[in-house]
């Protein structure tokens, strides 16, 4: 746990929806109230809510709110710290030997919160209304049905196989009863207009006697500064943010700070069709150009971890040896370009007389990532190569990459939780900017959908190892997302991109 004390930061609020490629939620940027001191005993353990904006935790869009729904509903897996998968009310499972069709039975014995038991029918209908929600949809696209069984299963038919599909199907399981869904899990989100709490569910499979907290309350906000000051009142106990983001709020103070791992993947992108970088060799020597040590600890504040591999380097499909042998290595770098057909000149790298010259897009609309763009452009610099950072507005920005109108770009998205690759590197991908296409790849990234178990670290070990041969993009990193808290307040927290308040029962609170 790292402590920041009377250091202003540029916190940004949770907003990010799962799926790939989507956007943060728009939030202002209010200048910051002053410290106060913390108070000599622990404050109470309270929470903050948007009551105006609903509770539902499938179609809502407040990252506040939905942060709430770890303590009050859950799913049929839940995801730890390394994307790793673990039962919840799902009790097991079969797949069909073509790897289509996923048959899985239910927890026996669990209600919801009013003492009704779980059906098939609740996890189906929460399946689908996730299908068409903002926050879910990008999980569906290999999924061609959800169904219930006469035995009371649920049956998932998928139109290509996915062998991590249980990473996928942590989404909230609900039972419709209003303006707040009943739940599963330990707690009860009660009240009405501005005033919520949260108390313990009588009905929760695992006890609510093993719940160090009966009742929480929840502090009722309105707009962004109504939260930094509940904070720095010490009215709200934690907030969770991204410190990296583009859309950021002021908190300041003494507070201690957890990070935990995210999908969200920063990359450079390569122009594969026209321009230096249809050179394989010449992207090959990209991958070993960028420092990314220093990007993450420069720019980033080391909310982030380094990554050669598009997958996070907590997960086990992460093959460290590999990655090292794409770090920053210049002397591997000018190997390589050699082997492209350069020379270098006046301390220039250039061909037939002309100079490898690059030009890196990346978006104005936020500060840290430009920051990391400046320095990865620097990187080129020093190596030899001619780099030119365009700096660009959103829309421009979007508009280049949509023309192809690049060399490199310096991109965010959000993979699913399935590390899957589909929309970067296949033909036709809605991010695959720079046109991408590469039968070999296509087929190996194939076999790593589907593989399960132990094949599925050899599918990943082949895919990435192809992917450092014919590479699309050069991986920077993979994002952290924060949760702040009050002083000596809490320990044990293990949260996790899905659930901020995955085993919370296991918390310590002062």
């Not at 035995?151 to 998928?158: F, R, W, Y």
Request: hydrophobic fraction near 40%.
């Amino acid at each position: 746990m790292k402590r920041i004390l009377a250091a202003l930061l540029a916190a940004a609020l949770c907003l990010g929806l799962a799926g790939c490629g989507s956007s943060p939620e728009p939030v202002e940027s209010p200048t910051p109230t002053p410290s106060a001191t913390p108070a000599a005993e622990p404050a109470e353990f309270a929470l903050a809510c948007y009551p105006s904006a609903g509770f539902h935790p499938i179609t809502g869009t407040n990252r506040t709110n939905l942060n709430l729904a770890g303590l009050v509903y859950e799913g049929l897996f839940e995801l730890d710290q390394e994307f790793q998968v673990h039962n919840v009310l799902c009790a097991s499972y079969t797949v069909s030997e073509d790897g289509l069709t996923w048959s899985f039975r239910l927890r026996p014995g669990v209600t919801f919160s009013d003492g009704s038991a779980l059906t098939a029918a609740d996890v189906v209908s929460s399946l689908e209304a996730a299908r068409t929600s903002a926050l879910y949809s990008a999980r569906f696209t290999g999924i061609g049905a959800v169904s219930a069984t006469a035995d009371g299963g649920v049956t998932v038919t998928l139109t290509r196989a996915n062998g991590n599909l249980p990473a996928l199907l942590d989404i909230p399981i609900v039972r419709e009863a209003g303006a707040v869904p009943l739940g599963t899990g330990p707690y009860v989100l009660t009240g009405a207009g501005e005033s919520w709490s949260l108390t313990a569910n009588p009905n929760w499979r695992q006890g609510p006697e093993n719940l160090s907290l009966q009742s929480i309350p929840l502090r009722a906000i309105h707009e962004a500064d109504e939260l930094i000051r509940a904070f720095d009142t010490r009215e709200v106990t934690l907030v969770s943010t991204d410190l990296t983001g583009t859309n950021s709020l002021g908190f300041s103070g003494s507070f201690d700070t957890v990070d935990y791992p995210t999908s969200t993947m920063l990359y450079v992108g390569f122009n594969t069709v026209s321009g230096p970088c249809a050179s394989a060799a010449v992207r090959q020597a990209l991958l070993r150009a960028f420092d990314r040590s220093s990007a993450v600890t420069a720019r980033l504040s080391r909310h982030a971890q380094a990554a050669a591999l598009p997958v996070s380097p907590v997960s086990p499909l992460y093959d460290a040896e590999l990655a090292q042998s794409l770090a920053y290595d210049t002397g591997a770098a000018e190997e390589l370009l050699t082997q492209a057909g350069y020379s270098r000149s006046d301390g220039v790298w250039q061909r037939r007389g002309t100079p490898l010259s690059l030009t890196l897009a990346a978006p104005t609309n936020n500060p840290t990532r430009l920051d990391a763009a400046e320095l990865l452009a620097a990187n080129l610099t020093d190596l030899g190569i001619q780099a030119e950072l365009a700096a660009l507005s959103w829309d421009d920005y979007v508009q280049a990459l949509e023309a192809g109108d690049f060399d490199l770009y310096l991109g965010e998205v959000r993979l699913t939780a399935d590390f899957d690759l589909t929309a970067l590197i296949t033909p036709g991908g809605a991010l695959n900017y720079g046109g991408y296409s590469n039968a070999q790849t296509t087929n190996l990234h194939s076999a790593f959908r589907a593989a399960s178990g132990t094949a599925r670290t050899e599918a990943a070990a082949q895919l990435y190892a192809q992917l450092a041969q014919e590479p699309p993009f050069a991986v920077i990193c993979f994002k952290n997302w924060s949760v702040l808290m009050q002083w000596n307040q809490l320990s044990g927290l293990t949260p996790t991109q899905q659930n901020l308040f995955y085993q919370f029962d296991q918390w310590e609170i002062s």
